[in-house]
T-cell receptor, first 113, second 112 residues
């Protein structure tokens, strides 16, 4: 039973560039949430996707956008990267929006220089 | 004030000790709570869910006090392998629009 997978594992980008991160949910899960975790902090909720729509959004600017595909996989896009966007980006999946035990992928570590 | 607050620690305890962490939350509408453990540079892993007054799983016990708006995690007979950061999370929202908010984590080191 495959768990949550994310790609790439690590990424280095320059300020002003754009990045796309990918996530495949755990088998049987249809809801995907994205989090940003800065060093020494807990994960911060970015947004959640269910039925290919953004259902809930945290306090992140419009530079952060996402997408969910019919196979439930998801992408996180960040435009106009800032140094402060350097963080571990975590994807989590759950059986449905109403069942909130979330299972995290290994994350993508983004460094913006 | 942060929505979910935890004592950052670090907590350094000897093997076999009992240790307790507290987590306070500000949104009284929070419905459910979760404890995750996170090893260094790894993803958070779900440890326990707390939907009513508490939950117990082996050496781990979580308790919820809605009146005082805090959740606790008790670890008995601590093992070296329990060394990790423990994250508390609170859920609120409704329907398909729910949000999980995490604290900053409490660092635990179990010493031989």
């Amino acid at each position: 039973d495959a768990g949550v997978t994310q790609s790439p594992t690590h990424l280095i980008k320059t300020r002003g560039q754009q990045v796309t991160l990918r996530c495949s949910p755990k088998s049987g899960h249809d809801t995907v949430s994205w989090y940003q975790q800065a060093l020494g902090q807990g994960p911060q909720f970015i947004f959640q996707y269910y039925e290919e729509e953004e259902r809930q959004r945290g306090n992140f600017p419009d530079r952060f956008s996402g997408h969910q595909f019919p196979n439930y996989s998801s992408e996180l896009n960040v435009n106009a990267l800032l140094l402060g966007d350097s963080a571990l980006y975590l994807c989590a999946s759950s059986l449905s929006p109403g069942i909130y035990e979330q299972y995290f992928g290994p994350g993508t570590r983004l460094t913006v220089t | 004030r942060k929505e979910v607050e935890q004592d950052p620690g670090p907590f350094n305890v000897p093997e076999g000790a009992t240790v307790a962490f507290n987590c306070t939350y500000s949104n009284s509408a929070s419905q459910s709570f979760f404890w995750y453990r996170q090893d260094c540079r790894k993803e958070p892993k779900l440890l326990m869910s707390v939907y009513s007054s508490g939950n117990e799983d082996g050496r781990f016990t979580a308790q919820l006090n809605r009146a005082s708006q805090y959740i606790s995690l008790l670890i008995r007979d601590s093992k070296l392998s329990d060394s990790a950061t423990y994250l508390c999370a609170a859920l609120w929202g409704s329907g398909s629009a729910r949000q999980l908010t995490f604290g900053s984590g409490t660092q635990l080191t179990v010493l031989p």
